[in-house]
C-alpha cells in the first residue's frame, strides 16, 4: 500500500509537492521518490540539459519520464529528448531498476 499527498506551491505556475509513503507494521516510510529523481539527473543529463517543468512521476506505474530542455531554451521548446527511470518497491522502498537518457533522432 501507498499512501500519496499532493499540495500546490503557491506562486510558481502550478507546481506541486508529492510525497509518498510505504508502510509496514511499524508504521509510515517515506519513499523519498523526489530525492532519488534529483540524484539520478545529476548524474544522467549530459552537461546542458535541464529538466524544465516538475512533475513526470507516475505512482502507479512507478516510472519517472520528462522532456529535455537546453539551459535558457524557452518553455515552449524542449530538444526532443527525454529521460525515463523505472521503479520498483522492494522491501517498502523504491528502488531503481533502470534509468535512461533517449537523444533525439
Known sequence: ????????ISGNGGRREELYWSFDKE???????????GEIL???????L???NG??????K??????VWREG???????????EMKF?????????VSQSYKEKN
Open 88 to 96: 520498483v518497491l522492494k522491501d517498502h522502498l523504491l528502488v531503481v
Open 73 to 83: 531554451a524557452p518553455r515552449c521548446c524542449p530538444t526532443g529528448s527525454s529521460i
Open 62 to 67: 512507478l516510472i519517472y519520464s520528462m522532456a
Open 1 to 8: 500500500m501507498i499512501l500519496a499527498s499532493t499540495d500546490l
Open 50 to 52: 535541464i529538466i524544465m
Open 27 to 37: 508504521g509510515p516510510i517515506p519513499l523519498v521518490a523526489n530525492d532519488k529523481i
Open 55 to 60: 512533475g513526470g512521476f507516475d505512482i502507479r
Open 42 to 48: 545529476k548524474k544522467l543529463l549530459p552537461k546542458g
